[in-house]
């Protein structure tokens, strides 16, 4: 049983940091294409931070210079710093990666940015 867990959410200042952690768990032989992704209501779900499959980063504009996404392998966790954090910064967000082969989404964790 392979899952993505997620946590680190919560509510921050605008201007504050945040960050938040996706743990792959169970027999992990392969984890590839780890990314960040966030979602508002009735929005559709959009990508904030990724690993390629070479191991390079891309950010979605909105976000350059402020997150930060990197990974620790021995602990099969993928991490997103989130600094100067703004209201609309506001979403539930979703680590994603390939795991075993398999895509999978973690559980969602709510980031509300509000003062």
């Known amino acids: 049983q392979v899952q993505l867990v997620e946590s680190g959410g919560g509510l921050v200042q605008p201007g504050g940091s945040l960050t938040l952690s996706c743990a792959a768990s169970?027999?992990?032989?392969?984890?590839?294409?780890m990314g960040w992704y966030r979602q508002v209501p009735g929005n559709q779900r959009e990508l904030v931070a990724a690993?390629?499959?070479?191991?390079?980063?891309k950010y979605a504009d909105s976000v350059k210079g402020r997150f930060t996404i990197s990974r620790d392998s021995a602990k099969n966790t993928v991490y997103l710093q989130m600094n100067s954090l703004k209201p609309e910064d506001t979403a539930v967000y979703y680590c994603?990666?390939?795991?075993?082969?398999?895509?999978?989404w973690g559980q969602g964790t709510q980031v509300t940015v509000s003062s």
């Open positions: 994603n990666a390939v795991v075993n082969g398999r895509g999978l």
């Open positions: 169970g027999r992990i032989f392969s984890i590839n294409a």
């Open positions: 690993f390629t499959v070479f191991g390079t980063t």
